[in-house]
């Protein structure tokens, strides 16, 4: 039998390559995506065609609204999404804990499943200065899923794979390209319309599309007109 992964997808461009390495590698994928109260539910009906396309054992959206606190422009319709360009510092776009309470949830369905794997799709290369994707925070929530699990106590070590986490955002595509992700399923814009059409100028659509140049490849991103 296949060993189970769970594997974090937000319907993004990232996560749709962590998906795709993970089948890859033989994993029978366990899909997990969040509806925390972005400004848009057109990402979690990109991560529903993610699955489709690419198949997983199991694809599951849980809620747990970020919205109630806010502090960020992709949970606080009152702070703009910032569209002049890439910035020093961490953006206003920085949803407070997301990563880690995504991670926790996944944890937990491991350690139901029986699985030892969790994929997550952070970059620390190509992206908007998160704290959460870091190379140092995924092996700081390693070491605490090891001490605070059963399976971990009881020496089933689990492990947070971040297969992104030291690509530029042309290698990532590249790399999902290889592995037959259609990118033209995906939704990565902070501001996308209701039909899944990007914005062009947040952060995240920058990146996107600096990416797909560099990789000498066509965007096939929707755009609003």
Known sequence: MKEKAIVLLSGGLDSATCLAIARSQGFDCYCLSFDYGQRHSAELQAAERVVKALGAAEHR????????????????TSIAVP?????????????????????????????????????????AVDYSGYPDCRPEYIAAFEKM??????????GQKLHIHAPLIDLSKAEIVRRGTALGVDYGLTVSC??????????????????????FAAAGLPDPTPYRT
């Not at 959206?61 to 422009?73: D, H, P, R, T």
């Not at 899923?145 to 009881?154: I, K, S």
């Open 190 to 211: 902070y501001q996308a319309d209701e039909l899944g059409r990007a914005c062009g100028v947040c952060d995240s659509c920058r990146l996107r599309a600096e990416g």
């Open 61 to 76: 959206v849980i809620n747990f609204g970020l919205a109630q606190f806010g502090g960020s422009a992709l949970t606080d």
């Open 145 to 154: 899923a090891n001490l605070a699990t059963r399976a971990g106590v009881e």
């Open 83 to 123: 569209v002049d360009g890439l910035q020093s510092g961490i953006p206003v776009t920085y949803v407070p804990a997301r990563n880690t309470i995504m991670l926790s949830l996944a944890l937990a369905w491991a350690e139901v499943l029986g699985s030892r794997d969790i994929f997550v799709g952070v970059n």
